[in-house]
């Protein structure tokens, strides 16, 4: 069972139906239960095979064994210290990019402890936390019709965490998994995503990243 915290979103519906797509169980989390609970039945519409429910943020850590972590980063805190004690010992995957939209130009925020990442880990001292998916477009992800074709760099310090997030987004069609090392490679990932995000926006495309040589 794999939860995703905030999955109301861009990103967490996106991912929600990729997981559900290659047969995963998906709980979508959200401090708006309701709205989490009709996100879920939205997604269910799209085909009779897929398992998807809504919860609370709380209940769906709870009962969940592999989390995602899908908040604005201005939410991250708070959301991460009121489910950390559902976290314990389990694997918590990292999607969250400190971006700041400003008279149409994006920016990376500061952040004290180098990176979303690192400060989710510094918050969720006995999670397993791994830093994946930041750069990818949630449009690309969505859409079952459009044929993703994209490395998703992985970052984590535990080595176990990270071998088994790199086979589920192995799974995935189009998706391929590099480790980029320890976590704290966070904070180059995050500014490559504010890149992209510009490129993006320069370019009106939905630009992924490819790594050759590997």
């Keep these: 069972m794999i939860g995703i915290i905030g999955g109301t979103g861009s990103e967490g519906k996106a991912l929600a139906v990729r997981l559900a797509s ?5 709980i979508i989390g959200s401090r708006d239960e309701a709205k989490a609970k009709a996100v879920a039945e939205n997604i269910r519409s799209k085909s009779s095979k897929f398992k998807v ?12 064994e592999l989390v995602i972590i899908t908040v604005p980063y201005n939410s ?8 950390k004690s559902e976290l314990v010992n ?10 700041i939209f400003k008279n149409s130009k994006v920016f990376l925020s500061s952040v004290t402890d180098g990176s979303a990442a690192l400060e989710a880990k510094n ?5 397993f936390v791994i830093a994946a998916f930041q750069t990818i477009s949630s449009d690309q992800l969505i859409d079952l019709e459009v044929k993703v074709t994209s490395d998703v760099i992985v970052c984590g310090d535990d080595l176990i965490s990270k071998r088994s997030v790199a086979e589920l ?3 995935m069609n189009g998706l391929r998994a590099i480790d980029a090392g320890s976590l704290y490679n966070s904070i180059y990932i995050e500014n490559l995503t504010c890149l992209l995000v510009n490129i993006n926006k320069v370019n009106k495309v939905n ?8």
């Design 169 to 171: 987004i192995n799974r």
């Design 53 to 64: 429910k809504g919860m609370s943020n709380f209940n769906a850590a709870q009962n969940s």
């Design 76 to 83: 991250q805190k708070n959301i991460l210290n009121e489910i």
């Design 207 to 214: 630009s992924a990243v490819q790594i050759t040589g590997i």
């Design 123 to 127: 918050i969720l001292t006995n999670s």
């Design 90 to 99: 389990k694997i918590v995957i990292n999607t969250v990019v400190p971006l």
């Design 22 to 26: 290659i047969g995963d169980e998906v």
